[in-house]
C-alpha cells in the first residue's frame, strides 16, 4: 500500500515536471503531415527534456481564429504563420522576436529567401516550416501525341508560346495552357521582365515591363496558344491538367497530391518556368509558411525548443521522403530523394530549385499589409482583359489608379 | 356560367395546382437527388453532368458482388485475401489481324489527400501477382466505318501464400493508340492518357464498396492518428450521443418550466415569461464571446471544485450551455395552456401535490407536444453547427457530424476531392430524413402547437 502511495508520488511528480506547449495550425493535410511528425520525431527527442507537445489544429479560418486567440489571450505557443498575411501581424507585436534564441548560424542554415520573407524591421518573427514556388508542369502524352518538343529551361516565353500553339492546332480539343485571371500566376512573368511589386517609396507603378509581361500573359488566349481555365469548366491550371483539357500547369509541388488522386496514371515532367525573352530571366513566387512564438507564452524556452525540433534536419527529411512538402532547409538540396527518378521526386526537386539562382527574380508571396486588396486590381486587370471587356491601356490605367486609392490610404 | 365554361375552369385550377406543386417538387427534390447521384460517382464534378454512369449499371452492381465473393468472400465489402483468385474479362477493338499489346499492372497507389495519405496500409503490389493479359477470343467486328476485329481478353489476379486482408487491389491496363475500349466484366473507375489507359481504383470491390465508393472511404480513410479508429464513425456516435443528451434535458427543464409558467402562480411571473421570449429574439452571435469566455474559466471556476480546468472542448461545457432552450419552453408552456384547468383541479381535489400533477396527469396528455419537442431538438442539435464549432477544437475525435465534414472539406476539398466530402453530406442529412419519414405528424404540429389556443 505505501509502495503503491509512493509510486502514485513519483508518478505525479513526473507530471507535474513536465512542461507542455501547445502548437497549433491549420487543419486539412497538415493534420496528418505534423501528427506523424510529432509522434515520430519530435516527441521521443523532447520526452528527455520533459517537454509535451499538445497539437490543436483548426478547422475552418485559421486566420481569424489566430488573431482573435492571440487577443483573447488563448492562443497556443507556437503557432503557423501564412507569409502572405504575416507583415499584418508582426506589425501587432503579439509575435516573439526570435532573434534572442537563435544564433547567426542556426539561421544561416535556413533558405535566405525564406528569412527575408519572415523579417519584418531588421527582426527575424518566424522560422519556415516549409515553402513552395511555380513550376511548369507538362503532359508527355499529350506532347508525344502532337509531335511536340517538350518545354525545357532554355524556353523564353516566345519559344514556350510557340510549342503552346503547336499543340493547340494539332490536338483539337487540347488547351495548351489554361491561364487564370491571378496575380498569384502571373505575377511570377511580371517579375521576370524586372518588374518590382514596390518600389522605394513602397509604392506600386505598373510600368513598361508590368505592362509588356501583362500584354503576353492576357494574349496567349488570343493567339491560339491558351484557354481560360473557366471556359473548360476548371477553376485553376491543375484542374486542366488533371482532367488533360491542357497539355501544361503553373503550379507548386501541391499539384501532386491532386494528380494522384485524380490522375495516377498522368504522365507528367516539371520543369522550370519560361524565361522572358528580353531579361533572360524568370521570376517566381514563394509561399511558405512559419513556426512562430507567441509573445505571450509562459513558457518560451520550452517553446522554442520544441520549435527548433520540429524544424530540425532529421524532422525535415522525414517530411521530405514522404513527398508531403518541401523543406526550408539548404543543406537538403542535395538530398538523394531529389535525385529519385520518378515524377514526383522531379517536381519537388524543381520547386525547390526555383527559390534558389535559377528562379531568377524571386519574390514571397505577400504584399506588404495589404493583403488581398492589393492583387484585386490587377486581378480584375487580368479578368476584363482575358474576357475582352477592356482594352490592355483601359485596365491597366484603372488599376492604377485603383492601387494609387489603395496606397494613399 | 355553361357548364363547359365550368368544366373549363376547373381543369384550368387543376393545371395550376399540380403545376405549381410539380415545380416545387422539381425544385426541392432536384438538386437533393443530383446531389445523391453525384455523390456515387467517382468524379462528382463531372461536366457535363450524365444520368447513365458505370455506378448504376445493374451490370456492374452484379460483377461488384461477384469479384467481391471472389475475393475475399465477402460480397459486400469486397477486399481480397491469401489463397484467392479473381477474374477479370476486357475487351477491346482493333483494326489488326494480331492482337494488340496490352500492359496490365497493379500500381502501388496511395491517397494523395487526407489521413489516407500518412497512414501505411499494405499494398496489393508487393502481395498479388497479375497473370495475363491472355487472348481468349478474337471476333470480326466492325465499329462505324472502320473494320477490324473484337478482342477479348482475360486477366487472373491471384493472391498466393500468406499475407495481410488487402482492402483494395487496383489495378491499371494500358492500351495502344487506335484501340478502342469495347467493354469489360466490371467498367474501370475512369481512364485516363486520352482513354488509353483504363484504370481501376479496386477490381475487388463488392456491391457496396463500388457503388457507394465515396461512402465506404469516408469511413475508412478519415481514421485517428492515436488509435486508428474510423473518425467518420466516431463523429456520428458523438452527434447521437449529444442529441440524445439534449432531447432528454430538453424534456425535463422544458415541461417543468412550461408548466411552471403556465399554472403557478408567484411573483414575477410575467416578467420572466417576457424575459425569455426576449432571450429567443437575441441571436447567438451576440452571446458567443461572452459564453465562451464563460466556459474557458469553467463557469467562474466552478468547474475547478471537480478539478476541471476549462469547460472548453467538452461535452460537459457543451451540454451545460445548451441544457434547454427559449423556444422548447414556451411550445411546453403554451400547450400547457390549452390543456382545461379542470382536469388539474381533479387532480388537486383528489389531494395530488404539483409535482405529481405535473408528472401523472399533465404529462401524460402532453405526448403530441413532447414529442414535437423532441423531434424538433434531436434536429436542431443534429445540424448544429455554429456553437459547436466555436466550444470544439481538439482533438478531433471529439468533434460532431458537421464539425468533421468541414474538416474533410479543409482536407479533400483542397485537392479538388469532393466525392468523400459530398458522401459524408449525404450521409449526416440520413438520421433527420428518417426521423421526418417516421415522425412527420410530430413535426407538423410542433408548428402548429405553438400557435394553439382554446
Known amino acids: ?409 | 356560367m355553361s357548364p363547359r365554361e365550368a368544366a373549363r375552369r376547373r381543369w384550368a385550377r387543376v393545371a395550376w395546382i399540380y403545376g405549381l406543386l410539380l415545380t416545387f417538387g422539381v425544385f426541392f427534390v432536384g438538386p437533393f437527388l443530383m446531389g445523391f447521384l453525384a455523390s456515387l460517382k467517382p468524379d462528382p464534378l463531372e461536366w457535363p453532368f450524365t444520368l447513365r454512369f458505370a455506378q448504376v449499371s445493374p451490370k456492374n452492381w452484379a460483377a461488384a458482388w461477384r469479384l467481391g465473393r471472389a475475393g475475399s468472400g465477402d460480397p459486400w465489402l469486397g477486399g481480397m485475401r491469401p489463397g484467392r483468385e479473381v477474374v477479370l474479362e476486357v475487351a477491346y477493338f482493333w483494326p489488326e489481324d494480331t492482337p494488340p499489346p496490352l500492359e496490365a499492372a497493379v500500381p502501388r497507389r496511395r491517397p494523395g489527400a487526407g489521413m489516407g495519405a500518412v497512414f501505411e496500409t499494405p499494398y496489393a503490389a508487393d502481395h498479388v501477382r497479375l497473370l495475363g493479359p491472355e487472348l481468349v477470343e478474337k471476333a470480326p467486328a466492325r465499329l462505324g466505318e472502320k473494320e477490324g476485329y473484337a478482342y477479348r481478353f482475360r486477366l487472373r489476379v491471384v493472391y498466393p501464400g500468406e499475407g495481410p486482408f488487402l482492402e483494395r487491389v487496383p489495378l491499371d491496363l494500358e492500351a495502344p493508340r487506335g484501340a478502342l475500349y469495347l467493354g469489360a466484366t466490371l467498367d474501370p473507375t475512369r481512364f485516363e492518357r486520352r482513354g488509353r489507359v483504363a484504370s481501376w481504383d479496386n477490381v475487388v470491390p463488392g456491391f457496396v464498396g463500388y457503388v457507394f465508393h465515396n461512402y465506404v472511404r469516408a469511413f475508412r480513410e478519415a481514421r485517428s492518428l492515436e488509435t486508428g479508429e474510423s473518425l467518420f464513425l466516431r463523429w456520428t456516435l458523438n452527434s447521437f450521443f449529444l442529441a440524445a443528451v439534449k432531447v432528454i434535458t430538453t424534456l425535463v427543464f422544458a415541461s417543468m418550466a412550461g408548466y411552471a409558467l403556465a399554472r403557478l402562480r408567484f411573483p414575477g411571473r410575467q416578467a420572466l415569461f417576457l424575459f425569455m421570449l426576449f432571450s429567443m429574439m437575441v441571436p447567438g452571435q451576440v452571446t458567443f464571446i461572452s459564453n465562451y469566455l464563460v466556459l474557458k474559466d469553467g463557469i467562474f471556476g466552478l468547474s475547478k471544485l471537480f478539478g476541471v480546468e476549462t469547460l472548453l472542448n467538452t461535452y460537459t461545457g457543451l451540454i451545460l450551455s445548451g441544457l434547454v432552450g427559449a423556444g422548447a419552453v414556451f411550445i411546453m408552456r403554451q400547450f400547457f395552456e390549452s390543456i382545461p384547468r379542470e382536469v388539474e383541479e381533479a387532480a388537486l381535489i383528489d389531494g395530488a401535490t404539483p409535482w405529481q400533477t405535473l408528472f401523472r396527469i399533465v404529462l401524460p396528455m402532453s405526448t403530441p407536444a413532447l414529442g414535437a419537442v423532441a423531434i424538433l431538438t434531436f434536429q436542431g442539435t443534429w445540424n448544429e453547427f455554429f456553437w459547436p464549432f466555436v466550444v470544439l477544437t481538439s482533438p478531433r475525435e471529439i468533434y460532431t457530424l458537421p464539425l468533421g465534414l468541414l474538416s474533410f472539406r479543409n482536407a479533400y476539398g483542397q485537392v479538388g476531392d469532393w466525392g468523400l466530402i459530398l458522401a459524408g453530406g449525404f450521409f449526416s442529412m440520413v438520421p433527420v430524413l428518417v426521423l421526418f419519414a417516421v415522425f412527420q405528424r410530430y413535426f407538423v404540429e410542433g408548428v402548429s402547437v405553438g400557435a394553439l389556443k382554446e
Open chain 1, 1 to 409: 500500500m505505501k509502495k503503491a502511495f509512493l509510486a502514485l508520488l513519483v508518478l505525479l511528480g513526473l507530471a507535474s515536471a513536465q512542461t507542455q506547449v501547445r502548437i497549433s495550425g491549420w487543419g486539412g493535410t497538415d493534420i496528418a503531415i505534423v501528427s506523424g511528425l510529432l509522434k515520430e520525431v519530435v516527441q521521443p527527442k523532447l520526452d528527455k527534456e520533459g517537454i509535451r507537445v499538445v497539437y490543436e489544429p483548426i478547422e475552418g479560418d485559421y486566420t481569424q481564429w489566430l488573431f482573435n486567440a492571440l487577443s483573447a489571450g488563448t492562443a497556443p505557443d507556437l503557432f503557423y504563420v501564412d507569409v502572405f498575411w504575416s507583415e499584418s501581424l508582426f506589425a501587432t507585436g503579439r509575435v516573439a522576436p526570435l532573434d534572442p534564441y537563435f544564433s547567426k548560424g542556426e539561421i544561416a542554415e535556413f533558405l535566405p529567401n525564406l528569412i527575408q520573407a519572415f523579417t519584418y524591421k531588421g527582426k527575424l518573427y518566424g522560422i519556415p516550416k516549409d515553402f513552395n514556388t511555380l513550376a511548369l508542369q507538362y503532359n508527355t502524352d499529350l506532347f508525344d501525341e502532337a509531335k511536340v518538343a517538350y518545354p525545357n529551361q532554355q524556353d523564353t516565353w516566345e519559344t514556350f508560346e510557340a510549342k503552346l500553339r503547336q499543340i493547340q492546332a494539332k490536338l483539337k480539343d487540347v488547351a495548351g495552357l489554361c491561364v487564370v485571371p491571378d496575380f498569384a500566376r502571373f505575377g511570377a512573368f511580371a517579375f521576370a521582365t524586372g518588374w518590382k511589386p514596390f518600389d522605394e517609396k513602397g509604392r506600386t507603378v505598373l510600368d513598361q515591363n508590368f505592362r509588356r509581361a501583362f500584354e503576353w500573359y492576357t494574349g496567349l488566349v488570343k493567339r491560339g496558344a491558351a484557354r481560360v481555365a473557366q471556359d473548360l469548366g476548371e477553376g485553376w491550371t491543375g484542374g486542366c491538367l488533371g482532367s488533360e483539357k491542357a497539355a501544361t500547369a503553373l503550379e507548386g509541388a501541391w499539384i501532386a497530391g491532386f494528380l494522384r488522386d485524380k490522375a495516377p496514371n498522368l504522365p507528367y515532367r516539371t520543369t522550370f518556368l519560361p524565361l522572358d525573352p528580353v531579361t533572360k530571366k524568370r521570376g517566381n513566387f514563394i509561399f511558405t509558411v512559419s513556426w512562430s512564438l507567441n509573445a505571450a507564452s509562459k513558457n518560451k524556452e520550452a517553446a522554442v525548443k520544441v520549435l527548433k525540433a520540429l524544424t530540425s534536419p532529421e524532422a525535415q527529411q522525414w517530411v521530405l521522403e514522404r513527398g508531403l512538402a518541401i523543406p526550408s532547409r539548404k543543406a537538403l538540396a542535395n538530398n538523394p530523394y531529389f535525385q529519385r527518378p520518378g515524377k514526383e521526386p522531379e517536381l519537388n526537386r524543381v520547386v525547390f530549385q526555383g527559390s534558389l539562382g535559377q528562379g531568377g527574380y524571386v519574390y514571397p508571396f505577400k504584399f506588404l499589409s495589404y493583403g488581398g486588396d492589393w492583387m484585386r486590381p490587377i486581378n480584375e486587370a487580368l479578368q476584363a482583359v482575358m474576357t475582352g471587356q477592356k482594352g490592355v491601356d483601359q485596365a491597366l490605367k484603372e488599376a492604377q489608379a485603383a492601387l494609387d486609392r489603395l496606397m494613399r490610404k
